[in-house]
């Protein structure tokens, strides 16, 4: 089954926003009398990351969109750091006048979401970290994260972005075919091969370490927190979202067996259940 055709029970649109004159790729469906949700995917990801959650989460205003310099959103040749990807998040928002947010973040969308709860509260109603980054600097697995991306990008061969895929899964079969060849063709966008660096600007140690989520900055976030970490997570092992979620007052943590770095996609119907029933509640 294609992913569109997965979405396809529920009306949606693909569309670009003037983010301060960023166009910003968005997925919208649902309800937009709703409260608003926004799906955040990681480093060199892209919206479809989060196609086994669109009809799931239809009820609400629903937004996935491509981050900054990622997928087909524009790409300002500067390094990103975590405060460019809050301020193109808050920038979205304002573009298509949502006030509040629940937000999902994977990855780096969690370390984004984690830090616009921080610095932005009032925008902000919820918080799910789905294998969050950001608050360690590990630099095996950030070479890994730099070496595997760049080759996928740089060679024509899809075999290596078939294995970049497969990184971020406990099972190969989760990295379907076509992921793969949608990855691959962004992948190879001229405006993406050359502002690939720009978004791998955080696997450099001085500028991580200085972007880093530290236990007295995540003391500070209010709003409800998931935590979900897949415990075949390549990218950190359970201790860091343990750590996490020991840092976020009130905070709640679930562990999915057999699942890597997406547990929003490799454990759909599980994590489904799980954020609507975390959302409703905070959504009052």
Not at 220 to 227: G, K, R
Not at 240 to 255: F, K, M, N, Q, V
Not at 270 to 275: C, E, G, H, K, Q
Request: with cysteine; hydrophobic share 40%; proline share 5%.
């Amino acid at each position: 089954m294609s992913i569109w055709t997965e979405i396809s029970p529920t009306p949606f649109r693909v569309e670009y926003a003037d983010a301060a004159g960023v166009p910003t790729r968005t997925l919208r469906a649902g309800d937009p009398t709703a409260q608003a949700v926004v799906f955040l995917h990681g480093t060199s990801g892209h919206l479809e990351a989060f196609a086994r959650n669109i009809t799931a989460h239809a009820a609400y205003d629903l937004h996935a969109i491509d981050m900054l310099g990622h997928g087909y959103t524009g790409k300002p040749d500067k390094p990103y750091e975590i405060a460019d990807y809050v301020a193109h998040l808050l920038d979205y928002l304002d573009a298509v006048g949502v006030d509040s947010v629940h937000i999902v973040g994977e990855s780096l969308g969690g370390w984004v979401g984690a830090r616009a709860a921080i610095d932005h509260p009032e925008r902000v109603r919820s918080l799910q970290l789905l294998c969050s980054g950001g608050t360690v600097a590990n630099p095996e697995i950030m070479e890994r994260i730099r070496t595997s991306t760049k080759q996928a990008v740089t060679s024509d061969d899809i075999e290596l972005t078939r294995k970049r895929m497969r990184l971020l899964m406990a099972d190969d079969a989760s990295a379907t075919e076509e992921l793969v060849e949608i990855r691959h063709a962004i992948y190879h966008t001229p405006e993406f091969v050359a502002g690939v660096d720009n978004l791998l600007s955080l696997q450099d140690m001085e500028r991580r370490r200085r972007n880093l989520l530290r236990p007295e900055h995540l003391a500070q976030i209010t709003q409800p927190t998931l935590v979900v970490w897949g415990r075949q997570n390549p990218f950190g092992d359970t201790p860091e979202a343990t750590a996490l979620h020991e840092a976020i007052p009130g905070s709640r943590l679930e562990l999915f067996d057999k699942c890597g770095h997406w547990p929003q996609h490799e454990q759909a119907e599980r994590y489904n259940a799980l954020s609507l029933e975390f959302i409703g509640k905070a959504a009052g």
